[in-house]
């Protein structure tokens, strides 16, 4: 559903408001976590069973970031229930878990023309949306906001019934009541939920949900300790056993398996191949034709594969993207396109001077890469399609398969599976099409499974971009003006487009061509207290199409500030962590983030020398903040760039899970570390230059720093600490590599050039 402001407000004028009431009409949503034989259902979010087991539902994609651990705990808390009773169950897309939260986010993406009347999380709009087009989306960090607060309401319900069941039996007040560990208690009495959860859930739900006084939380518990968490993560032993479900492991009966090629970019058309070649391969079972790629289905993945390689499929391209041109349309944007000024702060006519320092930094194309490549289960059934796989957006990959096969959308069922990572790799779809198609085609259930090599040319990269900073200073050497010039693509409004218009790669970048994204420049307003100040974002098109990755706009725009900054200070022989802190103003929460990290590290001052490199960033969701600081310690050998110690300190608010939000930072800072090394990816002819992870230069165990986390105690909303190491890893080791070698990398990868 694509709405515009202007559709909106012409409809309510033309028909007596009659549009808005049609899109802000209250919905009704069925029971998508349907109870069993022996089980009571209380709400869309839990159901009890006669065995005391409490299931949970989860309706975001699990991908290593603990969901599957963080709202069940919630719930857990709220409920009062017993931690060890707690089971799991994946959502399937419904309106009744809405992400209103990213809705809202992303409203330029999904409403053109009207944004603002729809990004605010307080939205109505933002919220009929969500419901409306089942958007249950997992990225950007919005879990927390998006599905504490109903949790708890689901959970507080369910207590309060099972409390008036047992005050019933007992004849006792509600008021006499409390639930804990799995019971409801009044003095000596007690009856487990088991016990009480039919006849609780055949009562009326309260009209207000009765929460608990404490939100849950867990306090910080100092750098570098390692104290028992009363909440461990529910999938961890299924994983390390390796009896975990992910989406290739799904079998059937009559299953065939599939190996694909797609053609060298996004427009390129299969133009022959070789069958009879193919024919002579023991195990096929079919093969499968598409405009843009080649399917082959044997008994085996193995079978499948080696009759691609027999066929030879020969593909046209038009005009075939290679890596000097990308640089080529980067430089020409950054220094002659035409800009939009997406952010401006103060006087224009200050930022017009001129600089006292200005420097250029770029950023490669970058890859997920995730464990797990692309792959996805179909099952074409008397019309009827059921798709198993891991989506970062279900629903939108539903309309897709739909589409493809010409069937009605309430005629897919999409099995949602957790993902071996993701990165956001899967908020884009292609392999479901691509599933769902070759079932059509073979009449019985495939499981398709993209090679590495086809995840590398198939899955959207990172988009790459050029940055000019300018800095006007003053006699104290602090920044009066500041302008970011950025070229990139419109990663974000092309996302958009492939995610919500269910647009191909190339529409989608011919439908965004010369729009200006503020989503994907979001972050390069720094924290600092800078009187004038302006972004100017010169969206570039470099042929290639591009995607969101963790991190989203703060990833790149915190290294090309961060890294700026440090040069800024050297250029004026400032401490850099004193020089930070003097522009931070009334950001005292930031200060206290910075020297926490500075302890850690037992800061030297990032002379020459040390090795030791600082940055920052802060981040904004809706009212929600997140920051951080990290100090890196790294130096350059015959080997390349060695990062030994990272040290962070993070202010994400109300903590929920303590282990869960240590483990997303040091993921986030481990990640972060491989798109300063390595993640890189160039172009010849169209095709990527690397096809396998050996070939990125990502970081191994060995070559996994030391990491030490503090946690700033706070009673604000809860940050989502998923990407917060990821932005800041980049430009710490950055800072850390100048100041070990007294020259400065102004790209990424590092090790590709070095500045002059």
Not at 12 to 37: C, D, N, S
Not at 135 to 144: E, I, K, M, S, V
Not at 339 to 366: K, N, Q, W
Not at 609 to 618: E, M, V, Y
Request: proline fraction near 6%; aromatic fraction near 6%; hydrophobic fraction near 45%.
């Amino acid at each position: 559903m694509k709405i515009s402001r202007r559709g909106v407000l012409a409809g309510a004028a033309a028909g007596g408001g009659l549009a808005i009431a049609f899109v802000l009409m209250p919905q009704r949503f069925g029971a998508p976590l349907a109870p069993t034989e022996g089980e009571a259902g209380f709400n869309a979010w839990l159901k009890i069973a006669a065995d005391g087991v409490v299931t949970v539902a989860v309706p975001q994609c699990e991908m290593g970031q603990g969901v599957t651990t963080l709202l069940p705990q919630i719930v857990a808390m709220e409920l009062g229930a017993d931690w060890r009773q707690i089971a799991v169950e994946p959502a399937p897309p419904t309106g009744a878990y809405p992400n209103v939260p990213l809705a809202a986010y992303w409203a330029q993406l999904w409403m053109a023309g009207g944004a603002d009347i729809a990004g605010s999380e307080d939205s109505l709009l933002a919220r009929r949306f969500a419901e409306r087009t089942r958007f249950n989306a997992t990225a950007a960090g919005t879990t927390l906001a998006a599905y504490e607060g109903p949790a708890r309401e689901a959970a507080a319900t369910a207590r309060a019934m099972l409390i008036a069941e047992a005050a019933a039996r007992w004849g006792v007040s509600p008021e006499e009541c409390r639930a804990a560990d799995g019971f409801v208690l009044a003095g000596e009495r007690r009856l487990r939920f088991a016990e009480l959860a039919e006849g609780a859930a055949r009562r009326d739900p309260p009209d207000i949900a009765p929460l608990s006084s404490e939100p849950p939380a867990e306090p910080p518990r100092g750098a570098g300790t390692t104290a028992e968490t009363a909440f461990p993560r529910i999938d961890l032993p299924a994983k390390v056993d390796g009896s975990f479900l992910f989406a290739g492991d799904v079998r059937l009966p009559g299953l065939v398996h599939v190996a694909i090629r797609h053609g060298p970019v996004d427009r390129a058309r299969l133009k022959r191949y070789d069958a009879a070649a193919a024919a002579k391969v023991r195990g096929l079972v079919g093969i499968v034709e598409g405009n843009r790629w080649l399917a082959a289905a044997g008994e085996t993945w193995w079978a499948a594969e080696k009759a691609l390689q027999a066929m030879k499929p020969v593909f046209v391209t038009g005009a075939p993207v290679d890596s000097d041109g990308i640089a080529k349309a980067l430089s020409e944007g950054l220094e002659e396109g035409g800009a939009e000024r997406v952010v401006l702060v103060g006087a224009g006519e200050v930022l017009d001077g001129e600089p006292t320092l200005a420097r250029r930094y770029d950023i490669a194309p970058a890859v997920h890469a995730p464990l797990e490549t692309a792959s996805a289960t179909a099952w074409l059934e008397d019309g009827r399609l059921t798709l198993w796989m891991a989506s970062q957006a279900p629903e939108r990959a539903r309309v897709a398969a739909a589409r493809a096969i010409g069937i009605g959308v309430e005629n897919v069922v999409l099995v949602p599976m957790a993902a071996g990572g993701s990165f956001d790799a899967r908020l884009d779809h292609t392999h479901a099409i691509e599933a769902a198609v070759i079932a059509r085609e073979l009449g019985r259930p495939v499981q398709l499974v993209w090679s590495r090599w086809q995840e590398m040319v198939a899955s959207p990269p990172r988009a790459p971009a050029a940055a000019q900073l300018s800095a006007r200073l003053g006699r104290d050497g602090s920044i009066i003006a500041l302008t970011s010039r950025i070229a990139i693509p419109p990663f974000m409004r092309e996302q958009g487009a492939r995610l919500f218009e269910n647009r191909t790669t190339w529409a989608a970048r011919e439908n965004t061509r010369g729009e200006s994204d503020p989503l994907a420049v979001s972050g390069a307003v720094p924290p600092y207290a800078i009187p004038n100040l302006a972004v100017d974002h010169v969206p570039v098109a470099i042929g290639l199409p591009v995607a969101r990755m963790r991190g989203g706009g703060d990833a790149i725009t915190a290294f090309f500030t961060e890294c700026f900054i440090d040069e800024l200070a050297e250029a004026l022989g400032r401490e850099k962590l004193s020089y930070r802190i003097a522009m931070l103003g009334q950001d005292l929460r930031m200060v206290e983030v910075l020297q926490r990290a500075a302890r850690l590290a037992e800061w030297s001052g990032g002379e020459i020398a040390s090795g030791q490199g600082l940055a920052c960033h802060r981040m904004q969701l809706g009212n929600r903040t997140g920051r951080v600081a990290c100090v890196a310690q790294a130096s350059r050998g015959e080997g390349g760039v060695r990062v030994t110690r990272l040290s962070v300190a993070a202010d994400i608010g109300r903590i929920v899970n303590r282990d869960l939000a240590r483990q997303q930072i040091e993921g986030g800072l481990v990640y972060g570390m491989s798109l300063a090394l390595g993640s890189a990816i160039g172009f010849r002819r169209g095709l990527p230059t690397a096809s396998r992870l050996a070939s990125l230069n990502l970081p191994t165990l060995a070559d996994s720093p030391e990491i030490a986390i503090d946690f700033v105690g706070s009673s604000a909303d809860p940050f989502d600490p998923g990407e917060l190491g990821t932005v800041v890893a980049a430009p710490a080791i950055a800072n850390a590599l100048a100041s070990a070698t007294g020259q400065r990398s102004r790209s990424l990868p590092l090790d590709a050039a070095t500045g002059q």
